[in-house]
């Protein structure tokens, strides 16, 4: 079964910052996707970022990227000058590709606060 | 599009009752995903369908839930009795097998309360 590990609960960074934020995942698949959603305090999940697996450039959008680590099972997001609206709890998710399903497995969650 | 609607937004009940929330995934979709969030046990996926069928419902916990999808365009999710611990955000999600690099679109929850 694949496991989504998200170690840092809270994140506190300056506006303007950069932040990292960790995640960990343990699958035997080879082929898979990795995302990152955000959940403001609205509650809605909104995508922030996709990887796929068999790619090895690490996926980019706007002042979101990450470090896709496929050996060491690692896919860290990275948000460049922080805005307050950044302000949210973060979540990993990992999703088996092929076959018959969509099904995706979260991690914990980690929350975000800017500070202004 | 509208993007996945959830009804309702709120909903406070008292122990025993019967909860019935409702979904309509973006039209065209074919999966369709319940989850549940809490803070003990962060998202859980409970049941999900494809082409209305369900095809796993390992995650609903017990008998007192249960999940339908009679049509493309709407499915429910139903709790009967309702107990405190039912108290939590349900969302509902959907999403095309082969579009956008499978991404689900959530709708905006339903927090439900039992008192």
């Known amino acids: 079964a694949q496991t989504v590990t998200q170690s840092q609960p809270e994140m506190s960074v300056q506006e303007a910052e950069t932040v990292t934020l960790s995640c960990t995942y343990d699958t035997s698949e080879n082929n898979y996707y990795l995302f990152w959603y955000k959940q403001p305090p609205s509650r809605q999940m909104i995508l922030v970022i996709r990887q796929e697996a068999y790619k090895q450039q690490n996926a980019t959008e706007n002042r979101f990227s990450v470090n896709f680590q496929k050996a060491a099972k690692s896919f860290s997001l990275k948000i460049s000058d922080s805005q307050l609206g950044d302000t949210a709890m973060y979540f990993c998710?990992?999703?088996?590709?092929?076959?018959?399903?969509?099904?995706?497995?979260f991690g914990t969650g980690t929350l975000l606060a800017v500070q202004p | 599009d509208a993007g996945v609607i959830q009804s309702p937004r709120h909903e406070v009940t008292e122990m025993g009752q019967e909860v019935t929330l409702r979904c309509k995934p973006i039209?065209?979709?074919?999966?369709l995903f319940w989850y549940r969030q809490t803070m003990m046990r962060g998202l859980e996926l409970l049941i999900y369908?494809?082409?209305?069928?369900?095809?796993?419902d390992s995650g609903m916990p017990e008998d007192r839930f249960s999940a339908k999808m009679p049509n493309a365009s709407f499915s429910t999710l139903k709790i009967q009795p309702s107990e405190p611990r039912d108290s939590a955000v349900y969302f509902c999600?959907?999403?095309?097998?082969?579009?956008?690099?499978?991404?689900?679109?959530f709708g905006p929850g339903t927090r439900l309360t039992v008192l």
């Open positions: 039209s065209g979709h074919d999966y």
């Open positions: 369908f494809n082409n209305n069928v369900p095809i796993d």
């Open positions: 999600a959907s999403s095309l097998l082969k579009g956008l690099g499978n991404e689900q679109f």
């Open positions: 998710a990992f999703m088996k590709h092929g076959g018959a399903t969509n099904k995706l497995i």
